[in-house]
């Protein structure tokens, strides 16, 4: 048994998390690959590491004086090394990081000096080796992740090391430039760690204990989704559930690995299993809501439409022009609806508009504004009857009037159009009817 385990910022903010993460690791002999983010926040209205880093080059790149703000990131990182009663400094990676600093080595070296001094505290902490995440993951010229290069150095490296600790969220190019990936890329890391060197699982510890059904700012103490599908989780995180990057997901789906989402302050909860495929039944019909607000329909409407090829084709193309996603597209005989971001399309729209009216010549177009998506996602519906029954049923009683209906080919999830204003009730709705209900 091989596991990788990465830790996020929260769970290393302190010497008592740290201590945790300790406890973690060593109750279980597989978890041989470490992969440590930069110090998160220990409270509320505290900074991540990974911030004071990037205002402090600010500072530098503009020729400010910065001793003061790499003085206080320091100081971060001494209670941890202090709290721990390690028997090291970080007195020499400073002087480095401050020389570079002056010489304007750029902003992603600085962000990823948060990772990187995590990882050398943590591999002393442990005992394990530490490797420099910027001579095992490569990114091309482009700044892009050279994704076979860096699976064979990690594999080349890792094979030589029982125990490690590769420091999360960066990486760099052939000629040693740093490179990072978007924030909160350490999950990436931990993903590729994982798929090079087969591990059987990869845990991503943080500081809740899983996917939550809903959203708990609108759901107070949702249920956890046990198990999820790789498929079923990027529905949700396409329509705005986030605990995972995304990119994290697509090297360990590939080499088929599951992931474990755990929490470091809570060890003794299972958490969230993401996988390829299961025959597990899942606890509730749905496995989880998702939504995001802020939509616009864009309604055409022309006599006849259904039978003029290409229709769809040049309405589409009006958006494409313009740059604008398209996010859904119901439609009826002689209608035909467009749903975009409001934000991305206000700017845009009066093109838009005058480029379907000269390609189509439409009887009409009308635009609704404030409408908010909502996602029903389960494995679970399509072996189930009833399900759209028992949603609208509930959305009626609750007084919402759907807008848009759209379910998936997949049977994995049902789509619904809403007022932006019943957001949060239709979600309460359908959260009640299959979660609640069925509890
Ligand atoms: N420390 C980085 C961030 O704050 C990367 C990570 O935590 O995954 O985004």
Known sequence: MKKVVKFGGS??????????????????????YVVPSAPGKRHSGDTKVTDMLYRCYELAENGQAFNKQLNQIKDRY???????KLDMTLNDEFETIKKKFTAKAGSMYAASRGEYLNGKIMAKYLGFDFIDAANVIRFDKEGNLDTDTTNRLLAERLNVSEHAVIPGFYGSMANGTVVTFSRGGSDITGSLVARAVRANLYENWTDVSGFLVADPRIIRDSAVIHTITYMELRELAYMGASVLHEDAIFPVRQAGIPINIRNTNAPEDDGTLIVASTCRIPTFTITGIAGKKGFVAVNIEKDMMNSEIGFCRKVLAAFEESGISIEHMPSGIDTMTVFVHQDEFAEKEQQVIADIRSATHPDSIELESDLALIAVVGRGMKSTRGTAGRLFSALAHAHINVKMIDQGSSELNIIIGVKNEDFEDAIRAIYDIFVVAQL
Do not use: M, P
Request: a negative charge.
């Open 11 to 32: 769970s290393l903010a302190s010497a008592e998390q740290f201590q945790k993460v300790g406890d973690i690791i060593r109750a279980d002999d597989s978890r041989r």
């Open 78 to 84: 001494n209670e941890i090394i202090h709290g721990l």
